[in-house]
């Protein structure tokens, strides 16, 4: 069964802190893995699509990595519209859909 | 271009009922996903269809089930609801079955 752990839950920074966020993944056949960034209230937005150990993306302040076993979001100097839960998603194909994890609650304290 | 849109915004319903969600895909996409999403978890996938054809599901009861139609937009079904059925529903749209998906703004449906 596959298995998605988020790490932190919660994270209070201030701003210009910087951070990471961790995503620990058991998937068997990993076809890629998603970042995604949840607005309370709101769907999902996506960030990021990694495919292969080793990929790292970049969107401002934000940079994502991946290993076999996990993917790190970090984040570099905050501001607090940065603020929102962090979701990540492994996907082992297609039509089997996204497997979220919880989510880290990020909070950027101006 | 537009984005995903979902109808209504907000439900009520009572124990019991059947409720149906509306999801409009952006445009160019053949794949919708619906997730249920209860508060403070992530979203857990109900099913997915490409193309007209269920080509995934979830582990959800057959109460729940779903259309997409020839434009592509989609319905999720819901009978008998229960008081666990209250949570977020949204609904994704992708290219095809293995790439990114986008979300809509997701329905708020609250059982009493």
């Known amino acids: 069964e596959d298995q998605v752990t988020q790490s932190p839950e919660a994270l209070r920074l201030q701003e210009g802190e910087s951070s990471s966020l961790n995503c620990s993944y058991t998937?068997?056949?990993?076809?890629?893995l998603f970042w995604y960034r949840q607005d309370p209230g709101k769907g999902p937005e996506f960030l990021f699509t990694?495919?292969?150990a080793g990929e790292e993306k970049e969107k401002e302040r934000l940079k994502a990595t991946l290993t076999k076993k996990e993917s790190f979001l970090h984040i570099t100097a905050p501001k607090p519209e940065d603020s929102a839960t962090y979701l990540c998603?492994?996907?082992?194909?297609?039509?089997?859909?996204?497997?979220f994890g919880k989510g880290t609650h990020l909070i950027i304290q101006p | 271009e537009t984005g995903v849109t979902q109808s209504p915004t907000h439900l009520i319903k009572t124990r019991g009922q059947q409720v149906t969600l509306r999801c409009s895909s952006q445009?160019?996409?053949?794949?919708v996903s619906w997730y249920q999403q209860a508060l403070g978890q992530g979203p857990q996938f109900i099913f997915q269809?490409?193309?007209?054809?269920?080509?995934g599901r979830g582990n959800f009861p057959p109460r729940f089930s779903g259309l997409q139609f020839p434009n592509y937009s989609s319905e999720l079904n819901v009978n008998a609801l229960e008081l666990d059925d209250s949570a977020l529903y949204l609904c994704?749209?992708?290219?095809?079955?293995?790439?990114?998906?986008?979300f809509g703004q997701g329905t708020r449906l609250t059982v009493v």
């Open positions: 998603a492994p996907s082992g194909g297609g039509a089997d859909g996204l497997t």
């Open positions: 998937v068997s056949g990993l076809r890629g």
């Open positions: 445009s160019g996409h053949n794949t």
């Open positions: 994704a749209s992708s290219l095809d079955p293995n790439t990114e998906a986008f």
């Open positions: 990694l495919y292969s």
């Open positions: 269809y490409y193309r007209e054809e269920e080509n």
